[in-house]
């Protein structure tokens, strides 16, 4: 078997044979995973493209077999982490608070998220995707005491992993980031059983030495296929 991480992700090795290849990508879609997929992304991971090829071939397959649908890309240019589990609260500083986010931020967050990765022309659609993720899963703020608006903010994505992690420069130095990981590896855990995942751009790295120092493990996943449910597709 593959290394099974949390129930939604499957890794296959560099080290597999061409058998362990077909064992590892097949074992990723059995029955009680592809169950599951009415409520969550999966993912099957390589730790580079050596057996790209033949695992896309066994993936087509399968893909037709369950009725699933592919996300559009294969792979990533980023680091992956595994949360570390039973990591202490950290007090939220005098003056804030930590709370839900709310649809009425969706389009504040979108657009410094766009800001920061230069991508404008992706913000439809990544409006479309953080209102469904605020909606239906796991999300956290914080928010100055009075203020409406947060001031930091990380949400859960579909398939387990957290994202947007952000802290308005005014307002960092202060642990921020660091409440809102512990916080939302808690809340992933309880609403999921699973510890989450988080990934990481390769030029990103003040994320990744984050992430590393709050003793998440990183990955050597270079290569990464998501598949989802089509009923569940927003």
């Not at 991480?5 to 064992?23: N, R």
């Not at 999966?42 to 699933?68: C, N, P, Q, R, Y």
């Not at 859960?156 to 947007?164: A, P, T």
């Amino acid at each position: 078997m593959g290394d099974v991480i949390g129930p939604t992700m499957l890794y296959v090795p560099d080290s597999a044979d061409s058998v362990q290849v077909e064992e590892f990508v097949r074992a990723a879609f059995r029955p009680e995973i592809v169950r599951q997929l009415t409520k969550a992304l999966f993912f099957v991971t390589l730790e580079s493209e050596k057996h790209l090829d033949a695992a896309m071939l066994i993936v087509d397959e399968l893909v037709k077999e369950k009725g699933l649908e592919r996300a559009p890309k294969w792979y990533f240019d980023h680091h992956m982490f595994i949360a570390p589990p039973d990591l202490p609260e950290i007090p939220v500083p005098e003056g804030y608070h930590v709370a839900p986010l709310k649809q009425e931020h969706v389009t504040y967050i979108a657009n410094i998220w766009a800001q920061d990765l230069g991508m404008k022309s992706a913000l439809d659609e990544h409006l479309a995707l953080m209102a469904s993720n605020i909606r239906d899963r796991p999300s956290l703020g914080v928010y100055v005491d009075g203020v409406e608006t947060p001031v930091a903010w990380c949400i859960c994505y579909s398939k387990g992993s957290l994202g947007s992690l952000h802290v308005n420069d005014k307002h960092r130095g202060k642990k921020l980031a660091r409440i809102l990981l512990r916080l939302m590896t808690k809340k992933v855990v309880d609403t999921h059983g699973i510890l989450p995942c988080g990934n990481v751009h390769f030029d990103n790295k003040a994320s990744a030495c984050l992430l590393a120092s709050e003793g998440w493990t990183k990955l050597p996943v270079n290569y990464s296929k998501m598949f989802v449910n089509p009923s569940y597709l927003p």
